[in-house]
């Protein structure tokens, strides 16, 4: 049973640029959640998608989008990268429903901006 | 995050003690409260919840209580072991919106 997998796990970027992260849910899994974790703090939910739309948004700005396929993979993408976008990315998936939904998380992106 | 609190920031014991971290939370919309496990490099793992409809849940030797009286849960580990060593968050879906706010998270140091 293939959890929830993430790429890459390490990516270097220069201010101003933009990146893409992936993810692949958990088998069975039809949500997927977004969080940025930085050094020494939990992770913050940027947003959540399920059935290909945006579904809760935290508080990040709109250089940070994404995307949810039909095979409910997602991606993140952030733009115009600025210092303080470096972080840990977290993947979660989960079932989408009435309730907290126990979520999954993969290993993360590790995202270095220099 | 704002609407949890999560103390102690570093708790260090040694071998075989017990080891209690607490969550404070601010509002009564959730009736779930789960424990996260994150060792040095890894993934956030849940490793034990509870739901509101009762007061403490045991799994070997973690254990998690509430009081949501008192609207704080607790994390308890017995006969800590090296590899319990890791940071343990609390989250907490405030506001009914089922999206968790982690805690400030607890680095747990068990000495040999």
């Known amino acids: 049973d293939a959890g929830v997998t993430q790429s890459p796990t390490h990516l270097i970027k220069t201010r101003g640029q933009q990146v893409t992260l992936r993810c692949s849910p958990k088998?069975?899994?039809?949500?997927v959640s977004w969080y940025q974790q930085a050094l020494g703090q939990g992770p913050q939910f940027i947003f959540q998608y399920y059935e290909e739309e945006e579904r809760q948004r935290g508080n990040f700005p709109d250089r940070f989008s994404g995307h949810q396929f039909p095979n409910y993979s997602s991606e993140l993408n952030v733009n115009a990268l600025l210092l303080g976008d470096s972080a840990l990315y977290l993947c979660a998936s989960s079932f989408w429903g009435r309730g907290y939904q126990p979520q999954h998380f993969g290993d993360g992106t590790r995202l270095s901006i220099l | 995050g704002e609407n949890v609190e999560q103390h102690p920031s570093t708790l260090s014991v040694q071998e075989g003690d017990s080891a209690v971290i607490k969550c404070t939370y601010s509002?009564?919309?959730?009736?779930?409260f789960p424990w996260y496990k994150q060792e040095l490099g890894k993934r956030p793992q849940l490793i034990i919840d509870i739901r509101s409809n009762v007061g403490e849940k045991k799994d070997q030797r973690i254990a998690v209580t509430l009081n949501k009286t008192a609207k704080h849960f607790s994390l308890h580990i017995t006969e800590t072991q090296p590899e319990d060593s890791a940071v343990y968050f609390c989250a907490y879906p405030s506001g009914g919106s089922y999206i968790p706010t982690f805690g400030r998270g607890t680095s747990l140091i068990v000495h040999p």
């Open positions: 509002d009564s919309a959730s009736n779930y």
């Open positions: 088998s069975g899994h039809d949500t």
